[in-house]
């Protein structure tokens, strides 16, 4: 397992999974404002110094603030819909049936068709178990006569980067958590 450590801007909003070496750089290069994590993530040792006389070492956190502007404009941002995404949004429930399943077992469906023009978006998707979405086709909810059960939305950040699925450290995956929006179904 690659350990990554969550980047954010000096506000304290995630821009990115880097790797340590990565964030090494960040930590060498004086860039990094403040840290966060119960224990560091790794310690990575380097040559020896001779005016110190003692190794170079870096303590990296988990979850490491960068100085200066953010590189990502938020207002601009809308992340990226993938099916595995999608699922864990939608807890892994059929929007129609309100059926619990594994992910195997379940499709992305379009609200309004894609066959009529429906986008590949976070508000026209939810997730659906196969019968539910047979049965409801090429037609809106209303034409089928299959209310859905909770409504599409667009994740925060915060919800973005917890729905990536990576394995992350317990303390992340909190301080995650700790800024999602009210009414997330992350919670």
Known sequence: ????????????????????????????SASVAWEQGTTPLATLRGGFNVARGAQSRIEVAPIIALRGASKINLFEVVPGVSKSKLLRR??????????????????????????????????????????????????TP????MPLVYLPYVPSRFEDFLLEGRNIRADVHEWLARRLPKGSRLH
């Open 1 to 28: 397992m690659n350990p990554h450590v969550l980047q954010l801007d000096i506000q304290g909003t995630p821009q990115a999974w880097i790797s340590l070496e990565q964030a090494a750089l960040h930590y060498a």
């Open 90 to 139: 939608d807890r892994h429930t059929c929007a129609y049936c309100a059926g619990v399943f594994h992910e195997r077992e379940l499709q992305c469906e379009h609200v309004f068709p894609e066959s009529r023009g429906g986008p590949w978006t976070w508000m026209n998707l939810v997730a659906a178990c196969a019968p539910c979405n047979n049965r409801k086709a090429a037609r």
């Open 142 to 145: 209303e034409e089928a006569g």
